[in-house]
């Protein structure tokens, strides 16, 4: 059953406006909540078992580049971007067109693609096991495109299997490049912040924090894991303040919930770490698409992307 309530209005304080991925320990942390996620020490798991524990496998992949590849270096990263990013909300420096994957990319994409295809699980899956290794055998030339389209949000050409891979792939990168490079934030009133700061792609899901100063909610992005500081109880799709509901399938005080907007018919989900510490908004977002699909009933589109569950255009 689906259930509908309000809420009330947080207040920013003295938070930070962006908060930058933990790589220590991002990857690490949300294969372990895919898998719990499973409810492996219950006599019902998740319907979507398989698939949380395949992706998983992707998430702990992208851990493994992550140890193993050297760091982005400052030849690499000086060719895509001045000395400082400046974080305005009015453009993404991340996604500056002089921004080229080049070779980095390519290496990391590769050595994530090997670690797959040496994974006994993707073996174990023989349609995923052949993707895995053709994708392997493509052109720089035809990566580069591919990639272009796919943060152009162009996935036209590619079936959302693949995209799975390129997305994860780039998404490691992109949070790899944020952290390597010193911000300067300025922040402006009125300016929507509907769109992450740094790369300008869409939001996974929000996020109620449970750290000091607790109940500060957090935009997740869905490429660079970068977190950004929004107001609670307004619509981040079109920032309305009025006809805002939050929406949850059994308990009042479920750790994850949908936000919807009256004005324009759209939802993002929210989790809160407050009711539960341990949430992550890629891996809960993903496990709850039960809620996704009674959104859609009442009429609402969902305007967040999971990078870990991509549609076919």
Known sequence: MIRKSSELSGSFTEASPLKLPDLKNLYTQRSRR???????DTNLPHPLKDYLLFVAEVVKAQA?????????????????????????????????????????????????????????????????????????????????VTVTRLLARDRSAL????????????????????????LEIMEEPGVPRQFCPLCGSDPVASVVSGAPPEGVRYLH??????????????????ESSGKIHYWFLDDHHAYVKAESCDD???YLKVVYQTLDPLVDPVADDLAS????????IQGFARSALNPLLFSTP
């Not at 079936?159 to 010193?182: H, I, K, N, Q, T």
């Open 289 to 296: 698409i039960a809620l996704d699909y009674q959104m859609e």
């Open 64 to 144: 493994h580049v992550l140890q193993t590849l050297p760091p982005i270096d400052e030849a690499h990263r000086e060719m895509a971007f001045p000395a400082t990013l400046t974080v305005n909300w009015r453009n993404y420096p991340l996604r500056d067109p002089a921004v080229k994957c080049g070779d980095y990319w390519q290496n990391l994409f590769n050595a994530f693609l090997d670690h797959l295809n040496d994974n006994p699980v993707i073996q174990s899956q023989p349609v995923v096991h052949t993707l895995t290794r053709k994708l392997r055998q493509i052109s720089k030339n035809q990566h580069e």
């Open 221 to 238: 992005c869905g490429l660079c894991d970068n977190e950004w500081r929004v107001t609670r109880a307004q619509c981040t799709n079109c």
């Open 34 to 40: 895919l898998m719990m996620l499973t409810n492996p």
């Open 264 to 266: 324009c018919k759209s």
């Open 159 to 182: 079936g959302a299997d693949a995209a799975l891979f390129y997305w994860s792939a780039l998404s490691l990168y992109f949070a790899m490049l944020s952290r390597s490079v010193p």
